[in-house]
């Protein structure tokens, strides 16, 4: 099975972004495992400054696994976490949108 690609755009509230890419940086191992656990294996994040949009883009193995990436605990702590700095639903799962696909160059 080839990998799946997704794109999605999320939203920061004005003046974290330090805040934000500090905690990224200091991403935390049992998070990093349950990402590669889910079949993330390439996951990366974009900031538009003009707007604090972020536009994220992750590889993926097909599976199960990903799926089930919102119930484990530390990913719920993780939303808890970023949630005073982020757009989100009622749950602290970021507002996410989907980015569909309107280019690919593979050469």
């Known amino acids: 099975m080839s990998d799946e690609i997704l794109a999605f755009r999320m939203q920061l509230k004005p003046g974290v972004v330090p805040e934000y890419k500090k905690r990224h940086d200091e991403l935390w191992p049992e998070l990093a495992q349950a990402l590669r656990a889910a079949g993330i294996h390439d996951y990366s994040i974009f900031l538009?400054?003009?707007?604090?949009?972020?536009?994220?883009?992750?590889?993926r193995k097909p599976g199960k696994?990903?799926?089930?990436?919102?119930?484990?605990?530390?990913?719920?702590?993780?939303?808890?976490?970023?949630?005073?700095?982020?757009?989100?639903?009622?749950?602290?799962?970021?507002r996410q949108w989907s980015l569909p696909s309107v280019f690919h160059f593979a050469g």
């Open 48 to 59: 538009d400054e003009g707007t604090l949009s972020l536009f994220a883009v992750l590889k």
């Open 65 to 94: 696994a990903f799926d089930e990436l919102p119930l484990q605990p530390v990913m719920r702590r993780w939303w808890d976490y970023m949630a005073p700095l982020m757009e989100v639903e009622a749950d602290n799962k970021p």
